[in-house]
């Protein structure tokens, strides 16, 4: 557990609404105009923005979704599971980590508009990771749905809908 608050501390972590630790590293100053931007987008956006993120194996990131496709880059600790679920309800799951030879990869693209959770793979561990997102992060992309909201959408998935949604 001191590594846990070793990296909170050291890179200035603080809970997110999904679940886990963040903080904003980079956020480009220049900016896409909002009338070039997709109607999806309420505003001017940033080029791209990036965070480091923190999971440990008791929390999870609760199934959300963005507008903008996320890069997810593995740095230590535990491989974690992403569970993605397109808007036609096509699940799938990706290990990001770096142990090659069991199909982990250290980087993966979730692409915009896909509802996806993550959870920490080992018991009594943590996944430090960073996610760098384009155009840049904005919390009016933001959307954490309630559990009963998924579960209507997509029925055949409730189970993991369950397990990975905090209310």
């Known amino acids: 557990m001191s590594d846990i608050k070793l990296l909170i501390s050291k890179f200035n972590l603080k809970p997110h609404p999904e679940g886990g630790y963040f903080s904003e590293t980079y956020r480009s100053e220049g900016q896409i105009p909002a009338s070039t931007l997709p109607s999806a987008y309420s505003g001017n956006r940033n080029f791209s923005t990036a ?6 194996s008791d929390t999870f990131s609760a199934f959300h979704r963005i507008n903008q496709d996320e890069i997810w880059h593995f740095y230590s600790g535990s491989p974690l599971k992403l569970y993605l679920i397109s808007d036609k309800g096509e699940y799938s799951e990706q290990n990001i ?9 250290p ?7 896909y509802w996806f959770a993550a959870k920490t793979i ?3 561990s943590f996944s430090f990771v960073g996610c760098t997102v ?10 954490l749905p309630k559990r009963d909201e998924l579960i209507a959408k997509f029925p055949k998935h409730q189970e993991i809908i369950k397990r990975l949604t905090h209310s």
Do not use: K, R
């Open 107 to 113: 980087q993966f693209v979730v692409p915009g508009g």
């Open 134 to 143: 384009a155009p840049g992060f904005d919390f009016d992309d933001f959307v």
């Open 97 to 105: 980590g770096n142990d090659f030879s069991d199909g982990q990869v």
């Open 122 to 124: 080992n018991p009594d």
């Open 51 to 56: 965070i480091y993120f923190l999971l440990t």
